[in-house]
């Protein structure tokens, strides 16, 4: 089954930095690559996601790059702000052309700390 | 409703008592997911749904548990004879169709 790997386990920035979070994967097959926040007590939210047949995607502050030839993806957050203090999941899974997809799987988690 | 319901969100029961949990999806989702989050640890997948058909239960750690989703909407995931280790958030989510998913507020389970 797929295995995915998330570094840092926690990472502490000053606010205005950015932030690099980083996930590799070992199934070849999979093609959908979503990064989930989650603030303490609340459940995970999408906050951007990536399929295998683009690079790169930007939403605002936040882009996700994935590299399918060494099989990682990371999220990068730049102009950090308090907000943004959260746990950061990535997620792997295989998603059909004809619709519907399998069970993702979680990296541990990246909690990201935004010193004032 | 406007997003995924759970119920219990709190059940605390004794060690060897079966629970039973409660997920309805947000209306019209065809895809259905159970996933079992530790503190500090990122959800687990358990288990999911299309329509009504369980599509894959690999997820499941034993024949204690076990997922239901009769008629394509509520899903009950059920765990007999509950043990300590069984104590955890779990999550329901749902997805139109494999696009977005959408997570509930889970379900804390306490096995004392």
């Known amino acids: 089954g797929e295995n995915v790997e998330q570094h840092p386990s926690t990472l502490s920035v000053q606010e205005g930095d950015s932030a690099v979070i980083k996930c590799t994967y070992s199934d070849s097959a999979s093609n959908y690559f979503p990064w989930y926040k989650q603030e303490l007590g609340k459940r995970p939210q999408l906050i951007i996601d990536?399929?295998?047949?683009?690079g790169e995607k930007k939403d605002q502050r936040i882009a996700v790059t994935l590299n399918k030839t060494a099989k990682h993806f990371s999220l990068h957050i730049t102009e950090t702000q308090p907000e943004d203090s959260a746990v950061y999941f990535c997620?792997?899974?295989?998603?059909?052309?004809?619709?519907?997809?399998?069970?993702?799987?979680f990296g541990k988690g990246t909690h990201l700390i935004i010193q004032p | 409703g406007a997003g995924v319901s759970q119920s219990p969100r709190y059940k605390v029961t004794k060690r060897g008592q079966d629970v039973a949990l409660r997920c309805d999806p947000i209306s019209g989702h065809v895809s259905l997911y159970w996933y079992r989050q530790a503190l500090g640890q990122g959800p687990e997948f358990l288990t999911y749904f299309n329509y009504e058909a369980q599509q894959d239960k690999s997820g499941l750690p034993n024949d204690r548990f076990s997922a239901e989703r009769p008629e394509g909407s509520i899903s009950t995931l059920t765990i007999q004879r509950t043990e300590q280790r069984d104590s955890a958030m779990y999550r329901c989510?749902?997805?139109?169709?494999?696009?977005?998913?959408?997570f509930g507020e889970g379900s804390w389970l306490t096995v004392v």
């Open positions: 997620a792997a899974s295989i998603m059909y052309s004809g619709g519907g997809a399998d069970g993702l799987t």
């Open positions: 989510a749902s997805s139109p169709r494999g696009n977005t998913i959408y």
């Open positions: 990536i399929r295998s047949n683009v």
